[in-house]
């Protein structure tokens, strides 16, 4: 069962067309919701961390918000620069595989101008 | 210094070849993690190190070896790998093991064998 789930798959939106990703989690405990940027054949780029329901972070066009099953990614005003995968992750919540993070299959983010 | 840090970032190899990724980083984390990546495909945990000895290995094929020879450096001896071995390999750390504060990746080793 995944842990982890994101939609849409892809999303192309038009330069300045505001939009939001979803992430939504199934693990019990959370020990912090993670999101990354990912660029094409390039490492996952840190963004924010989220811990508890309620809390909202921004970073220039991003907002992340928490619930307490599922995350969102908002984007205001989008420019071609944007264009990227998101990803979602949690930290397993088991002892066995503590350090492990589960990853949603991401959101592949188009914006055109 | 923020960074995680991987060498090569191209690697192509041979079958019967033997080569090694690097991975450095000097934030003082005592957790550093393999990932692989397919294309299209969201990162798999491979190997988990925590304090320079190994946590969990993820059922890897033993063609896949790693190595922590201190706090920071982490490398991967790869050995008679398959076609199917073919990916971007990462590395990341973390302050210590299940750390949710984050996690750093490095900008990856793309791997093609032949």
């Known amino acids: 069962e995944d842990q982890v789930t994101q939609s849409p798959e892809a999303l192309r939106l038009q330069e300045g067309e505001s939009s939001s990703l979803n992430c939504s989690y199934t693990?019990?405990?959370?020990?912090?919701l993670f999101w990354y940027r990912q660029d094409p054949g390039k490492g996952p780029e840190f963004l924010f961390t989220?811990?508890?329901a309620g809390e909202e972070k921004e970073k220039e066009r991003l907002k992340a918000t928490l619930t307490k099953k599922e995350s969102f990614l908002h984007i205001t005003a989008p420019k071609p620069e944007d264009s990227a995968t998101y990803l979602c992750?949690?930290?397993?919540?088991?002892?066995?595989?503590?350090?492990?993070?589960?990853f949603g299959r991401g959101t592949q983010l188009t914006v055109w101008p | 210094d923020t960074e995680v840090t991987q060498t090569p970032k191209h690697l192509v190899m041979g079958m019967t070849n033997k080569k090694s990724l690097k991975c450095e980083q000097h934030m003082g984390h005592r957790a550093m993690y393999w990932y692989k990546q397919k294309a299209k495909k969201p990162p798999e945990l491979m190997f988990v190190y925590s304090y320079e000895k190994l946590s969990i290995n993820e059922s890897v094929p033993s063609r896949f070896s790693p190595e922590c020879p201190n706090s920071s450096l982490l490398n991967l001896h790869l050995h008679a790998l398959q076609p199917e071995d073919s990916a971007l390999y990462l590395c990341?750390?973390?302050?210590?093991?299940?750390?949710?504060?984050?996690?750093?990746f490095g900008s990856g080793t793309r791997l093609t064998v032949v």
């Open positions: 989220l811990y508890s």
């Open positions: 990341a750390s973390s302050q210590i093991q299940g750390d949710y504060y984050g996690y750093t």
């Open positions: 693990v019990s405990g959370l020990r912090g």
């Open positions: 992750a949690v930290p397993s919540d088991r002892g066995s595989t503590l350090g492990r993070l589960y």
